[in-house]
Antibody, heavy 121, light 106 residues
Framework: QLQLQESGPGLVKPSETLSLTCTVSGGSISSSSYYWGWIRQPPGKGLEWIGSIYYSGSTYYNPSLKSRVTISVDTSKNQFSLKLSSVTAADTAVYYC?????????????WGQGTLVTVSS | SYELTQPPSVSVSPGQTARITCSGDALPKKYAYWYQQKSGQAPVLVIYEDSKRPSGIPERFSGSSSGTMATLTISGAQVEDEADYYCYSTDSSGSVFGGGTKLTVL
């Protein structure tokens, strides 16, 4: 059974960089059948796709966040990571890592449980 | 990425049919997907590729797409179907979620 687990600080100061890691178990992150992505959800609001990465390192980013986002993959650890720079209170959200099917729709078929990150001094 | 537009809320009585729409300019060429999210939980896929139902999803959930609009239909909605529903699609540059629709069943 595939499992995805987010980890990282729950509190980040304004202007600093938010860093999260997703550990994949029960499956290989190097599979050619999947992308791996990040989605966030501010409290009481809707879902926002942040970006996705293939095991080879090719990435897709949300244009509205692209200038601040870096997603990377570590196949040796079966992990992928998110860095979001210059954070503000508007970046406070539950952050989910997820698996996308590598088909035309690149839809999400597995989600992590999510981790709340609060941006505050 | 492009935009997907959903109504903020839909309300039905138990046993009635609930329809949630999602409009987007690229939907004539791109598949729509639907996710159900209950309070405090991660989303769950309920419809993929416009109209296909994953295993384990009740038959009362169905999907369709025509032109620039995709529709999620819940036939005979149950109290346990009360949740937020999000449509999702992709284009060559990335992915996008609709704004979400809160379904109330009471």
């Amino acid at each position: 059974q595939l499992q995805l687990q987010e980890s990282g600080p729950g509190l980040v100061k304004p202007s600093e960089t938010l860093s999260l890691t997703c550990t994949v178990s029960g499956g290989s992150i190097s599979s050619s059948s999947y992308y791996w992505g990040w989605i966030r959800q501010p409290p009481g609001k809707g879902l926002e796709w942040i970006g996705s990465i293939y095991y080879s390192g090719s990435t897709y980013y949300n244009p509205s966040l692209k200038s601040r986002v870096t997603i990377s993959v570590d196949t040796s650890k079966n992990q992928f990571s998110l860095k979001l720079s210059s954070v503000t209170a508007a970046d406070t959200a539950v952050y989910y890592c997820a698996r996308h099917k590598a088909v035309a729709g690149r839809y999400i078929d597995y989600w992590g449980q999510g981790t709340l990150v609060t941006v505050s001094s | 990425s492009y935009e997907l537009t959903q109504p903020p809320s839909v309300s039905v009585s138990p046993g009635q049919t609930a329809r949630i729409t999602c409009s987007g300019d690229a939907l004539p060429k791109k598949y729509a997907y639907w996710y159900q999210q209950k309070s405090g939980q991660a989303p769950v896929l309920v419809i993929y590729e416009d109209s296909k139902r994953p295993s384990g999803i009740p038959e009362r959930f169905s999907g369709s797409s025509s032109g620039t609009m995709a529709t999620l239909t819940i036939s005979g909605a149950q109290v346990e179907d009360e949740a937020d529903y999000y449509c999702y699609s992709t284009d060559s540059s990335g992915s996008v979620f609709g704004g979400g629709t809160k379904l109330t069943v009471l």
